[in-house]
DNA sequence: GGTGATTTGTCGCTTATGCAACACATTCCG
DNA sequence: CGGAATGTGTTGCATAAGCGACAAATCACC
């Protein structure tokens, strides 16, 4: 790991920006903030956003991206087994995050969120099978780990769209199945 | 006015600084309150703090006067008249920003706090003063302003300590005999 | 009192950020 | 339509902020 450490500076003015950026969105949608308006109330100017950043799209999907880990990270890399609870704990990340996004300022913008999600999820998966199954099988388990970010976000959707169930019953009911195929324990 | 623009980032800077000790004030008392906490909270390097302020003192001192100032000016300098309406809403300026801040963070300090009010009050008074009574007379309106922020300042601390009655009240009890005195009118 | 651990200010050198100006798109409106 | 206004990216040079090390002061605990 030649972890070369990043400059205090660099993290402060990402955290400013992607802070900016959130309050912004909840003021109006995505399509309505400009690049100037995110560095205005982020106090920087707006050459050091794209020194950050390709353009407003990308960093609508490093936000997101974050956002979503956030909520990831704690509950998930702690017990590293891809078990129902883990299965479990990623469902209520990502149902919270949609509910918690969608109906506000992105109206537009629903399958670069999905996009997004689904990447960090295969990103997720994979991680944890590949640490679960060990080496050698690289392509089934990237498989699998695409499947399962493709399901889990359309399971998403679906008790969006549907279900008065908790998030957890809701998924709860369909582990088995996947179980049965993808072999949760070794 | 050789208006030298200042650089946004020192702006910026000040202003994370004042954040998180506003922030840090919260938590614990002044006296338990060191630069490095305040420079971690703010995202900054420490060196960049003594860039900024002498010491910590300094630093309450201009955050104080700030607070104290963003209560003054949006009130005061709109309508300029030193009348009566001027009179109590700088008074009531004074008590609400005692009342919000005295009981927490500074104990052991009052005697700062005291003067830095009193300093920004003779100001603002002199200000006021010269804009209404012209040039000219500089001794007098200074003396004036002094005996002002003194006695504002007086009865804010009378106020606290004795009366139920409003801010509002309090002072326009006394509001006659004063204005006997200076002349709040042309 | 003494000794080790923090905290405080300060320093020269490095680096990220700001500026101002640019060409180019996009939007808005008469 | 046409042109004014606004937003987007990019650039080379100016500057504030970070680093790490330092001596001195202060704090904490025995």
Redesign the pocket.
Known sequence: MTQT??????????KLIMDSFITLSEGKEFKD???????AE???????????F????DLLEKALSEVLLVNLDSDTYRNDELNEETFVKIFEAVTNFQTSLSNRCHRGYEDTIARIIREQLEVLFHKLLVKQKGIGQEGALKTTAVMLSWGIYGASVEWKRNSQASPEEFIKAAVPYIEHGIHFNK
């Open positions: 450490k990043t400059d205090p500076r660099v993290i402060r003015t990402r903030i400009t690049v100037k308006d995110i560095t982020a106090m920087i100017n707006r050459a050091t956003f794209y020194h950050h390709e353009d407003i799209y």
